[in-house]
């Protein structure tokens, strides 16, 4: 029974010790890319040891994808905090819309997520992290207006990829200072137009 408590101390130190690497990590990459962040640099901005760096990931682009799955699990619990099945199609789609772009201004994030990350990991584990931390609602929630009937005879896979797309570049133009009310308008009208109210 003693020996419960120390590895707790030591489960929280190790936990510190993430935290820390991947707090300066973010602060590293996203103010100077992540070709121009190294290692020495984030093990001294997290005040811990190469040692330890390597102790919680393989290399630099472990770091990395770490740091895109703790973003990406982010916007997506803000996303599922503001929409609701029992809106109508088109208010869950806009609550949906306005919900990502809010959580993608948050500082550094559209540059992690949308630049830094695919070039780092790829458009294709990108979309695995995306759909393992809830990126997959944008589908579903196609789905259930599908059988809601408001969506017409469109494959819904495609618009999904389509949606993504445009509502990533909106977060993209918010992020670097965009009007978000001309983008959440034009969302609107672009949902609109899909979506039969």
Do not use: W
């Amino acid at each position: 029974m003693q020996d419960a408590k120390p590895r707790r101390k030591q489960a929280e130190r190790r936990a510190e010790t993430r935290r820390a690497l991947l707090g300066a990590a973010r602060k590293l990459i996203v103010a100077k890319g992540y070709a121009e962040t190294g290692t020495p640099e984030i093990v001294k901005d997290a005040d811990v040891t190469r040692g330890a760096l390597y102790h919680h990931f393989s290399d630099k682009a472990d770091l990395m994808r770490a740091l895109v799955h703790q973003e990406a699990a982010a916007v997506a619990s803000e996303i599922n905090a503001d929409t609701s099945t029992d809106q109508s199609p088109l208010d869950a789609f806009m609550a949906g819309a306005k919900a990502y772009f809010s959580a993608m201004s948050a500082p550094g994030r559209a540059r992690i997520l949308l630049l830094e990350g695919p070039a780092v990991l790829g458009l294709g584990e990108m979309a695995e992290i995306d759909r393992e931390t809830g990126g997959a609602t944008l589908l579903e929630g196609l789905r259930h207006a599908a059988a809601q009937g408001a969506i017409g005879d469109i494959p819904l896979e495609p618009l999904a990829d389509l949606l993504s797309s445009a509502f990533d570049r909106a977060a993209l133009a918010i992020a670097n200072g965009g009007d978000s009310e001309a983008y959440e308008q034009a969302t609107k009208k672009l949902l609109a137009g899909i979506l039969k109210a």
